[in-house]
Nanobody
Framework: QVQLVESGGGLVQAGGSLRLSCAASGLTFSRVAMGWFRQAPGNERELVSGNSWSGRSTYYTDSVKGRFTISRDNAKNTVYLQMNSLKYEDTAVYYC?????????????????WGQGTQVTVSS
């Protein structure tokens, strides 16, 4: 059974930083692409960032480029999202996701496994 468990969310002031972590089990982590989605109230879930199984290929939505960094540690079965220069509009529930279609790390519809989400709240 695939399990993705996020941690690291919280309340932060605008301009601050947070680091999200997602620990994966029940799959061969080094053979899956990983991604981070977010969903704010009233909005659709959007793919924020994704990376390939090796971590060498990455995707970022335009609004977070230069501020967020995705990384992974295949030895620890963990993917991270470092979020810097946070803005009020980054407030959302952030979800970790995985896809076995490793080349599709930038395609939201490819993701089949989901974590429970972690709340990120940025105060203005």
């Amino acid at each position: 059974q695939v399990q993705l468990v996020e941690s690291g969310g919280g309340l932060v002031q605008a301009g601050g930083s947070l680091r999200l972590s997602c620990a994966a089990s029940g799959l061969t982590f080094s053979r899956v692409a990983m991604g981070w989605f977010r969903q704010a109230p009233g909005n659709e879930r959007e793919l924020v960032s994704g990376n390939s199984w090796s971590g060498r290929s990455t995707y970022y939505t335009d609004s977070v480029k230069g501020r967020f960094t995705i990384s992974r540690d295949n030895a620890k079965n963990t993917v991270y999202l470092q979020m810097n220069s946070l803005k009020y509009e980054d407030t959302a529930v952030y979800y970790c996701a995985a896809t076995r279609v490793t080349g599709y790390y930038d395609r939201p519809s490819a993701y089949a496994y989901w974590g429970q989400g972690t709340q990120v709240t940025v105060s203005s």
